[in-house]
């Protein structure tokens, strides 16, 4: 488990194709000495399991889903990550709950400076789109962010002075694919809804406007 806020910012070392899947390597100076073997680092988002590591770097071997479903698939040698340890009991809880499991890529649509802020504008994929609220969290590549506005599909999120210099936002430009995870209290709130049902093999969601509102969660 995570908080989404933001440890320090690394780089990719290598990737290594190894029977199909990818071993990654990063670079970092956040403080290894109390990592063990097993341990999770999020890593732009992605929980990933340590395999390997020595006191500026560590390894992680990931699968073909985690592959699929983020930009994991994207990554070049240098590219720069952001990267959280995994939390412990007495972590200062400073963001909201991230589990690094990844939901889905969303594309940079638009950024500018808004005062000493940057204004970006993030087109999630549809089939994710019931999970986001304004005002509400969402993780954008590791960071935990506040939905200020939402039209759709598209959130707009404002981004701090201190938050951009601690991350790699400054990578960022329209056109850049980034790791979504919606806020976990939304996915378990579905599964909640459909009672029951959620022991059936469903091809689709059963949760409806129609079905919200015939349960009384919509006047």
Known sequence: MFTGIIESVGQVKSLQSVGGDIRLTVGTDIDMS???LGDSIATNGICLTVTAWGDNWYSADVSRESLDRTTLGRWKVGQPLNIEKAMLPTTRFGGHIVSGHVDAMGEITQMRHDARSLYFEVTAPKEIA???????SITVDGISLTINHLNGCVLSLNLIPHTAERTNISTWQVGTAVNLEVDILARYMERLLLGDRAAVTQKESNISMEFLANNGFLK
């Open 130 to 136: 019931k999970y986001l609220a304004e005002k509400g």
């Open 34 to 36: 109390d990592v063990h």
